[in-house]
């Protein structure tokens, strides 16, 4: 799956995750910037369910940028995926 254009998906708000997505430059690969109140204890665990879904979802060049306030993995990987599919404009996704 190729990114195509700049998306979003989540929320600023407590116990949830604003996901950013926006293509990068061919050859790149994948950039994930991640801010958290929790980094220290959490980061490295964020960063591993961002990659799951970026791997399972075969996207090579992307930059991401996660604002974290607390979220579950369950919402790390649907707001991760939600953002890469809205940047992805499949219109296979949409039928």
């Given at each position: 799956?190729?990114?195509?254009?700049?998306?979003?998906?989540?929320?600023?708000?407590?116990?949830?995750?604003?996901?950013?997505?926006?293509?990068?430059?061919?050859?790149?690969?994948?950039?994930?910037?991640?801010?958290?109140?929790?980094?220290?204890?959490?980061?490295?665990?964020?960063?591993?369910?961002?990659?799951?879904?970026?791997?399972?979802?075969?996207?090579?060049?992307v930059k991401i940028d996660a604002?974290?306030?607390?979220?579950?993995?369950?919402?790390?990987?649907?707001?991760?995926?939600?953002?890469?599919?809205?940047?992805?404009?499949?219109?296979?996704d949409n039928e």
């Amino acid at each position: 799956m190729k990114i195509k254009k700049s998306a979003q998906a989540g929320s600023l708000e407590s116990c949830d995750i604003l996901i950013s997505v926006e293509p990068n430059k061919q050859g790149s690969g994948v950039e994930i910037n991640l801010d958290s109140p929790a980094y220290k204890q959490f980061g490295q665990q964020i960063l591993e369910e961002i990659k799951e879904i970026v791997e399972k979802m075969n996207i090579q060049d992307v930059k991401i940028d996660a604002i974290d306030k607390g979220s579950l993995s369950y919402t790390i990987k649907a707001r991760t995926e939600t953002a890469l599919l809205r940047a992805s404009e499949s219109e296979e996704d949409n039928e």
